[in-house]
């Protein structure tokens, strides 16, 4: 059953008559519409998209109007009608889109179940389009490191889109791995389209000398070099314990 019949006969109460929503026909007329352009391409996103808004309004509408079943989380109630979504598209052997949907809804949860999915969206999708997006949410929600890991394996810089590059090489850079960064970003030079790799290059130089010169923040430069990080350094330095010879030439002196 398909995640908006199952919610319209939540709706339904005992005697048989509607009380929330638009009518039947409009919302059938809706879905049946998105979910055509989806079976042509599972990963139309504005049809994911919208569909997947759909069925958030109505698992919330669902339980506001049931004495039964009040709601008591609407976030997680809308999450989780998007989810028995997701993982009915996703069963099309070239939906990419829909499994980083159900990553996004599972990376705090369950991480590596979350990574796995991430990894199948990138091997169905040759352009590296999923990959570039898939990176993209690690990034969006502080994953970093995860990011630089699924793009290392998956990344194929002469055939896939530019963007995954990119996201790989700023995934590097947020990850404090500068060197890789710039190693990907060399390895960036093999993609045909040179115009854009060419512009992209630029943009990521700049972004990547500043983080070696430490403009990537304390993380990249723990010590600190400039403004009032400076005058901690030489707080340090002058709160150290005196050297050995400092402790002779005293003892010597009595």
Sequence with gaps: MAPLDRLRRRRQPEGGQRTVGRPR???RSTEEALRARLAE???DVAAFDALAELVRKLSVQGHEHAESHPVEDPQREA???VWALAEEIAQNGRAWYPLIELARLSIDDD????LRRLSTAAERDPTGTALAQGL???RQTGH??????LGVGHWRPREHDVEAGRQLIEASIEAGRLAEARRHLEAMTAHPDTERVSRLRQELEKRLTRAERGGA?????PNGRRGAASHHVVDVREARPPSAASRLRAFLRF
């Design 25 to 27: 026909s409009g919302e």
């Design 41 to 43: 391409d599972p990963n």
């Design 79 to 81: 999450n989780d009608a």
């Design 111 to 114: 991480r590596e179940v979350a």
């Design 136 to 138: 993209a949410m690690l």
């Design 144 to 149: 970093a490191d995860d990011a630089l890991g």
């Design 217 to 221: 923040g304390p993380r990249h430069e």
